[in-house]
């Protein structure tokens, strides 16, 4: 039975908690967070230790795993110490905000010697699994272009996370569809050119963008085109709306994840309700619990990760750079 830690008790850690209960490899054994009320509220759900102090968990958690599941720009120490400790680590996306403490981050888990994935969970959706097939069989020909967008309501700025001043829509949102393009593609990014808006939620108080725009030059000369905003009104039909679009010289392709099949019209708003994660045959079914499980298999059988402390390098590296070049006002190159 492999032994988790869950640092982070909100949406994400409650999710990957009770993923974990189905698994059986694997056992949520202690938890932790800041937030007295949702810490115990998961130390009696899950029968776990709890822990306000991430350090006194890994200490004395008497765990094999720790999942990562603070705020974008809360994982530095954790992973720090928690490869200090030989601990494997599932860690939420961004792998960090800052690239020297990526790269920092990276050395320690390479050097500890133990497993790591990054929560690019995209790679698990059944959508992007069908256009990797498509790419990988080259039936797109050769990719000239991409477009892909991912956007929230103001709901998620403003009420679902009250630390949006201290992180961007950037680091919030383009690592999903900024790995997914690489991954889809095989490209590497050679340079970055972006912009950015920030008017309504600096006005709002709360000091960050409200959207970014970047283009993305690849080291074979095709490009991407990637947006990302925070300011969709709330009655928006969806809270996250995710699209790409693929264009290679022999077919394109369309990818729409707002859409889940299913609308809804209430007296007060028209809606496209998530059908996940929703159980089958008693076991939750969406991209982040298929993620989570590939980990706990990966632990159990000796195997690679699918997206590893590299990856989540790489990421951080060209999210950087889209602020910097943001604050330069001209194009960044990726540096390797």
């Not at 908690?17 to 800041?34: E, G, H, W």
């Not at 956007?151 to 001043?165: E, H, I, R």
């Not at 050119?193 to 030059?217: P, R």
Request: hydrophobic share 45%.
């Amino acid at each position: 039975m492999i032994r988790f830690g869950i640092i982070g008790m909100g949406i994400r850690g409650k999710l990957y908690a009770d993923t974990l209960a189905q698994n059986p490899l694997a056992q949520v054994t202690s938890v932790c967070d800041t937030n007295a009320g949702a810490l115990q509220e998961a130390e009696k759900k899950y029968h776990a230790r709890a822990f306000r102090d991430y350090r006194a968990l890994i200490e004395q958690g008497g765990v094999d795993a720790l999942i990562v599941a603070t705020p974008d720009f809360l994982h530095r120490d954790i992973v720090l110490l928690a490869a200090q400790h030989g601990l494997h680590m599932m860690i939420e996306k961004p792998f960090s905000t800052d690239e020297e403490e990526a790269a920092e981050m990276a050395r320690a888990i390479e050097a500890a010697g133990v497993k790591c994935l990054i929560a690019f969970e995209n790679r698990w959706s059944l959508p992007f699994l069908q256009a990797k097939q498509m790419c990988e069989q080259n039936g797109l020909g050769q990719i000239l272009n991409v477009y892909a967008s991912l956007t929230n309501t103001l709901f998620v700025p403003t009420k679902m996370l009250p630390w949006a001043g201290k992180s961007t829509p950037a680091w919030f949102l383009l690592p999903h569809i900024v790995d997914m393009a690489g991954w889809l593609t095989g490209k590497n990014v050679r340079t970055v050119y972006a912009t950015g808006v920030k008017k309504k939620l600096a006005a709002a108080g709360i000091d960050t963008y409200d959207s970014i725009q970047a283009i993305l030059t690849y080291t074979d000369g095709s490009a991407g085109v990637f947006t990302c905003g925070w300011v969709l009104p709330e009655s928006y039909p969806v809270t996250a709306d995710q699209k790409m679009f693929l264009v290679g010289d022999e077919a394109c392709l369309q990818i729409d994840l707002s859409d889940q099949m299913m609308r809804m019209a209430t007296q007060k708003q028209y809606s496209l309700p998530r059908a996940l994660p929703t159980p089958v045959n008693g076991r939750l079914n969406a991209p982040p619990c298929h993620m989570l499980n590939a980990f706990v298999s990966n632990l159990a059988d000796g195997t690679q990760p699918l997206a590893d402390q590299n990856a989540g390098l790489e990421n951080t590296k060209i999210i950087a750079a889209i602020h910097k070049s943001i604050e330069l006002g001209c194009p960044v190159e990726i540096g390797r």
